[in-house]
C-alpha cells in the first residue's frame, strides 16, 4: 500500500512539473510574439513617421529625418539578405559577423539623430549635420556592398549550377536522339561473315528422337541434261543424292542356322 501511494505521489509531482514546464515555454512564446509584434508595429509606426517628417517638412528636421530614413532602411535590407543568405552559404557567417559589427555604428547613429531631432539649437543641429550625412553614407555604403556581394554571390552559385544543369540536360538530349549508331568496319565484316557462312546439321540425338523426314529427288529428273548430272555440273555445284535400290531377297546369302522357308500351301 505505502509503494502504491509513493508511486502515485511520483507521478502526481512529475505531471505538475510537466505542466509547470509546458506552461512556462508557453507564456515565453506568447511574449516573444507579443514583443516581436509590437516591436514591428513601433518600427512601422517610426518609419511612416520619418517619411512624413522628410516629404513634408523642409530645413534641419525634414534632413535628419530623411537620414534616419535611408540609414534604417539600408540596414534592415543588409540584415534580411545576409540571414537569407547564411542559411544556404555558411560562407557568409563571415559577412554577418562584419554586419554585426556596423549595425553598432549604425545603432549608435540613429540613436544621435533621434536626439537631435529634439534638439531646440537648431543652428547647432545644422552645423553637425555635414559630419551626421558623411557617416550615414559611409555605414550605408558599408551596408549596401556587403548586401550587393551576397546577392552576387548568390546569383554566380545560381548561374554555374543553372550552366552545369543545362550541360547535362544537351548531353542527355543528344543520348535520346542518337537511336541508331553507325556500323563499323569489324562489325560489318563479321555480320557478312556470319551470313556467308553455311548453316551447320544437328548433332545425332539432339532431337531427342524425333524423326525426320528426308525426300529423295526422283530417277531421271537429270535426264533431259545431256551427260548425266556430273557432265552438267559446275565448279561450284554440290553433288547431287544417289537413288537408293532395294537389295533382291533372292540374292541374299543364306546362312546354315538359319531355316528354309516352307512354300505355303492352298487347300
Known amino acids: 500500500m505505502e509503494a502504491a501511494i509513493l508511486i502515485l505521489t511520483l507521478l502526481f509531482v512529475a505531471f505538475v512539473a510537466l505542466g509547470v ?5 508557453v507564456i515565453g512564446a506568447a511574449k516573444r510574439g507579443v514583443e516581436r509584434t509590437v516591436t514591428q508595429a513601433r518600427r512601422t509606426v517610426e518609419e511612416t513617421t520619418l517619411r512624413a517628417k522628410s516629404y513634408g517638412q523642409g530645413g534641419v528636421a525634414g534632413e535628419l529625418a530623411q537620414l534616419r530614413l535611408s540609414l534604417r532602411t539600408s540596414m534592415r535590407a543588409t540584415q534580411d539578405a ?4 547564411v542559411a544556404e552559404d555558411a560562407s557568409l557567417s563571415e559577412s554577418l559577423g562584419l554586419f554585426q559589427r556596423l549595425s553598432v555604428h549604425g545603432h549608435e547613429l540613429d540613436d544621435e539623430l533621434k536626439r537631435l531631432e529634439r534638439e531646440p539649437d537648431r543652428a547647432t543641429v545644422a552645423s553637425l549635420l555635414p559630419g551626421l550625412r558623411e557617416r550615414t553614407e559611409r ?14 554571390r548568390a546569383r ?7 550552366d552545369a544543369l543545362s550541360t547535362q540536360i544537351d548531353v542527355e538530349a543528344g543520348a535520346l536522339r542518337h537511336w541508331s549508331e553507325e556500323e563499323t568496319p569489324d562489325g560489318a565484316a563479321a555480320s557478312q561473315a556470319a551470313q556467308a557462312a553455311p548453316a551447320s546439321w544437328p548433332e ?3 532431337d531427342h528422337g ?8 526422283e530417277a531421271g529428273a537429270g535426264a533431259g541434261v545431256e551427260g548425266g ?6 565448279p561450284g555445284a554440290e553433288p547431287q543424292p544417289q537413288a537408293i535400290t532395294a537389295r533382291d531377297p533372292r540374292q541374299q ?3 546354315p542356322w538359319q531355316k528354309t522357308a516352307r512354300p505355303e500351301t492352298t487347300n
Open 139 to 152: 555605414i550605408t555604403h558599408s551596408a549596401e556592398s556587403l548586401r550587393w556581394a551576397a546577392r552576387d
Open 210 to 217: 524425333a524423326v525426320r523426314e528426308q525426300t529423295w529427288p
Open 253 to 255: 546369302t543364306t546362312y
Open 229 to 234: 548430272p556430273e557432265a552438267g555440273a559446275g
Open 156 to 162: 554566380k552559385f545560381a548561374e554555374d549550377d543553372l
Open 21 to 25: 514546464y509546458v506552461s512556462v515555454k
Open 82 to 85: 545576409l540571414h537569407a543568405g
Open 204 to 206: 545425332a540425338g539432339a
